[in-house]
C-alpha cells in the first residue's frame, strides 16, 4: 500500500497522544489528531511540523455514542477507511485512593474513561478498520494494571494505591486479547502497550518520568507492526510484558 495510512488517535490533544500523532505524521502516515474539545485539536495540530504526512482535527469524545457516530460519519465521507486506531484517551491515575475507600461514582467514572470509551470507539471503528488492508489498533494500556510488574508500578505494589486506575487497565489489557482472540482470522493486529512513567505534567522528568517521545514509541512501534506481527499482546518498548 503506496498511500498513506489513515490514523485516528484519541485524546491527542496533549500528552502521549500528542507525541503519538507527531511521530506517525514524521513517518508520512495522515493523522487524525481528535480531542474532545476541537478547539484544542485544532490548535495541537498548529504545532506539528509541516514536512510528514497530512494532520486533520477531529472532534471526538470517547465518552459520547453521539460523538461517536459524528467522528465515524467524517472518517466515511472523508477516508472511506481507517488503517490505526490509538485508543490513547484516559486518565484518573488515583494515587490518593484506596479499593476499601475510592468513591463508586469515581470507579464508575474511571472505567468508563480507560474502558468503556476505548470499547466504545473500537466497535465503531471496526467497519472502516476492516476495510483497511492492514489494520491495527493499539490501547494504551499501563504496567498499574498488570500482576506481574517489574518496574514500582502493578496491582501488588504502590501498597494498594491507585484502584480504579489500575483496575480499569487490568481490563482494558483483557480486553485487548479478547477482541484479539475474536478477529484472529481478520487480520487486524490489536495490542496493548504500557509507555512507562511518562512525564506528560509538568516536572515529570525531575521525579524520574521519561520523556514523552520514548514514552510513546512504543505505541508507534505497535502501530507500524509488519502483517506478520504479533496480536493480543501486551508490551512496552517492543518487548512482550507479562501482565
Ligand atoms: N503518563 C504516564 O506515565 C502513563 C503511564 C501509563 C499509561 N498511560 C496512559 O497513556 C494515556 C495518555 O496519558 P497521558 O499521560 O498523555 O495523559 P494526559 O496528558 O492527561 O492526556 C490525557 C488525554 O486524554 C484525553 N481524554 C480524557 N478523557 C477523554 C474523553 N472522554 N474523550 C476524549 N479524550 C479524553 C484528555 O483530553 P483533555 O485535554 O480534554 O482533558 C487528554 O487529551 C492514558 O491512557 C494513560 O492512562 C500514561
Request: charged share 20%.
Amino acid at each position: 500500500m503506496n498511500e498513506p495510512r489513515i490514523v485516528l488517535v484519541t485524546g491527542a490533544n496533549r500528552g502521549l497522544g500528542f507525541e503519538i500523532c507527531r511521530q506517525l505524521a514524521a513517518l508520512g502516515d495522515s493523522v487524525l489528531l481528535s480531542g474532545r474539545d476541537l478547539a484544542k485539536a485544532e490548535k495541537a495540530i498548529v504545532e506539528i511540523p509541516r514536512n510528514g504526512g497530512a494532520v486533520h482535527a477531529l472532534a471526538l469524545d470517547t465518552g459520547s455514542d453521539d460523538s461517536v457516530r459524528s467522528a465515524v460519519e467524517m472518517i466515511t465521507r472523508d477516508f472511506g477507511r481507517l488503517d490505526v486506531l490509538v485508543n490513547n484517551a484516559g486518565g484518573n491515575f488515583d494515587s490518593d485512593h484506596l479499593t476499601s475507600t475510592v468513591a463508586i461514582d469515581y470507579v464508575r467514572e474511571t472505567l468508563e474513561m480507560n474502558l468503556i470509551g476505548a470499547w466504545r470507539v473500537t466497535q465503531a471503528m471496526l467497519p472502516l478498520l476492516r476495510k483497511s488492508p492492514r489494520a491495527r489498533i493499539v490501547n494504551v494500556s499501563s504496567g498499574a494494571g498488570a500482576f506481574a510488574s517489574e518496574i514500582g508500578f502493578g496491582l501488588q505494589k504502590m501498597g494498594g494505591a491507585a484502584p480504579a486506575y489500575s483496575i480499569s487497565k487490568t481490563a482494558l489489557t483483557a480486553f485487548t486479547v479478547k477482541l484479539a482472540t475474536e478477529l484472529k482470522a481478520s487480520g487486524i493486529l490489536i495490542n496493548a502497550v504500557c509507555p512507562g512513567w511518562t512525564a506528560t505534567y509538568p516536572g515529570g522528568e525531575a521525579q524520574g518520568a521519561r520523556p514523552v517521545a520514548e514514552g510513546a514509541a512504543g505505541i508507534v512501534w505497535a502501530a507500524t507492526l509488519p502483517d506478520d506481527g504479533p496480536s493480543g499482546c501486551f508490551f512496552r518498548d517492543g518487548q512482550p510484558q507479562p501482565w
